[in-house]
């Protein structure tokens, strides 16, 4: 299994996560703090918005206006969080996904900027730029998003694996297409509502991952799913690493890859490559890789059988 690896450190991390449960309080809303702005910044840069993390914070805890920057960019930024704390809204009513909700996840998201296609299907044919897809008929979604819903709620797929099964939700969903604008959007908040109702974190692409991002979903598009799974994955991983950090249960020393290439027979360079194949555990924060002794280790034993 090409993700093996990176399957296998996702698992063992929940698992040290859930012994912990119930987690503080006070440490789930210092997260949630955090982490809910990056979800949002990261969420719209990836779609062109050109507010960066702290405009992203000011205009969302304080209400400022960005001097220079689009009145979109800001309505942006606040829809997005409406349509977050909808997400929360869902996970406490803890019932099945319907049409729905997602009309209304999209309606929050597109609020003021788009109203005549905000919950709304798209009227028409589309083609995405740099995608080597053409969405389907627009005449066929209603009936593809009773089906999406319809799979997504089905029982029997809850012993997929739960990196490929909610990679599969949010390509799903970016296929099909249904709206205008906000396609991704909405993708990334559905796969958190359901990474989130499973006991993950929610996952954060990051901005800095765009290409990669989308490279994995065209290779998706040619039923080549593995990058994009594992483009999920780490960030999955990711947002574990964070969590268990603020718990205290990290312990080991996270090194940068120019210090910790100091200890190995790698470069940096090599160091790097490996933290982006998902072959080295590592945690990406801003544009740093950051790794450990411990997972170089693991690393090394591993490439020895």
């Avoid at 702290?54 to 001097?67: A, M, P």
């Avoid at 718990?247 to 890859?257: R, V």
């Avoid at 945690?283 to 591993?302: D, H, M, P, V």
């Amino acid at each position: 299994m090409p993700n093996e690896r990176l399957y296998k450190r996702i698992f063992e991390k929940k698992m040290l996560l859930d012994s912990r449960r119930p987690l503080p309080k006070g440490v789930l809303e210092r997260l949630k703090k955090e982490m809910d702005p990056e979800f949002i910044y990261n969420s719209n840069a990836i779609e062109g918005n050109t507010l960066n993390l702290n405009e992203t914070k000011l205009v969302l805890e304080e209400g400022v206006t960005i001097k220079g920057k689009p009145l979109k960019d800001h309505l942006e930024a606040k829809n997005h969080l409406e349509a977050l704390e909808y997400v929360y809204q869902m996970l406490k009513k803890r019932s099945d996904i319907t049409v729905s909700h997602l009309l209304k996840l999209h309606q929050l998201v597109l609020r003021g900027i788009e109203e005549e296609f905000s919950g709304r299907y798209r009227p028409g044919q589309v083609r995405i730029l740099g995608a080597d897809f053409i969405p389907p008929n627009p005449l066929k979604v209603p009936d593809l998003m009773e089906d999406f819903v319809a799979w997504i709620n089905d029982k029997s797929r809850y012993d997929i694996n739960i990196i490929e099964h909610v990679a599969g939700i949010h390509y799903r969903l970016v296929w099909i297409h249904p709206f205008i604008d906000g396609n991704g959007r909405v993708a990334r908040l559905l796969m958190n509502l359901i990474l989130i109702h499973a006991g993950y974190p929610p996952a954060i692409i990051l901005k800095n991952d765009r290409k990669k991002y989308y490279n994995a979903l065209n290779r998706a598009n040619r039923n080549d799913f593995q990058l994009f799974y594992k483009v999920i994955g780490q960030a999955i991983e990711r947002s574990l690493d964070i969590y268990l950090m603020a718990l205290g249960l990290n312990t080991e020393e996270l090194l940068s890859l120019s210090e910790l290439a100091k200890e190995s027979p790698y470069s940096h360079e090599y160091l790097s490559l490996l933290a982006r194949q998902g072959k080295l555990s590592a945690l990406k924060l801003g544009r740093s890789w950051l790794s450990s002794k411990q997972a170089l280790k693991a690393y090394l034993k591993e490439r020895k059988k």
